[in-house]
């Protein structure tokens, strides 16, 4: 942060199905007050999923504080690699807006985390084309490359006031 000049104000975890609630404090302590999880997608999970696409603001444990926490309903990454391989799979994304309307989704966008190939994939250099291709045949749903803290901010300035707050270990 001091050498770049860049404010982190955000955190990303990968394949970690829980938290206690303690981080909730350490992170707002760091000035870090968005939190985006992608579990893995195996087992030993419990019920991680029931939390998918719910975003909420987690309150630190003297309530005090809190953070805006986010953890994706699919795996940790989505499978964008295969519809860049094979081009436009419009069948994957009506599949994931199907299941997001399903469960009653109330808000207008929805984090989609990507990676390449999996665990310690490197970023891709045909996404950009792939996004705008996308963007440029379909008006909905619209791809943004974005960063977490972006996407975390945008949605606490559209839905911040309807998102439930809720405490404890996750």
Do not use: C
Not at 71 to 93: A, K
Not at 106 to 133: C, E, H, K, T
Request: glycine share 12%.
């Amino acid at each position: 942060e001091r050498r770049y000049g860049v404010p982190i104000v955000s955190a990303m975890q990968t394949d970690v199905p829980g938290y206690t609630w303690g981080l909730a404090t350490a992170l707002v302590h760091h000035g870090v007050h968005y939190l985006s999880l992608g579990p893995n997608y195996g087992h030993r999970i419990g019920h991680t999923r029931a939390w998918g696409d719910r975003p909420f603001y987690w309150v630190t444990p003297d309530g005090k504080d809190r953070v805006l926490f986010w953890m994706t309903s699919g795996h940790y990454s989505w499978p964008l690699r295969s519809s860049m391989e094979r081009g436009f799979d419009e069948g994957l994304v009506a599949q994931h807006l199907s299941s997001l309307e399903q469960k009653g989704y109330p808000y207008d966008l929805v984090m989609i985390r990507y990676g390449l190939g999996g665990d310690n994939g490197p970023p891709n250099p045909s996404l950009p084309d792939f996004v705008n291709a996308w963007n440029g045949k379909f008006a909905y749903p619209r791809f943004v490359i974005s960063s977490n803290s972006r996407v975390l901010k945008e949605s606490e300035k559209r839905h911040g006031e309807d998102l439930p707050v809720v405490s404890g270990d996750f």
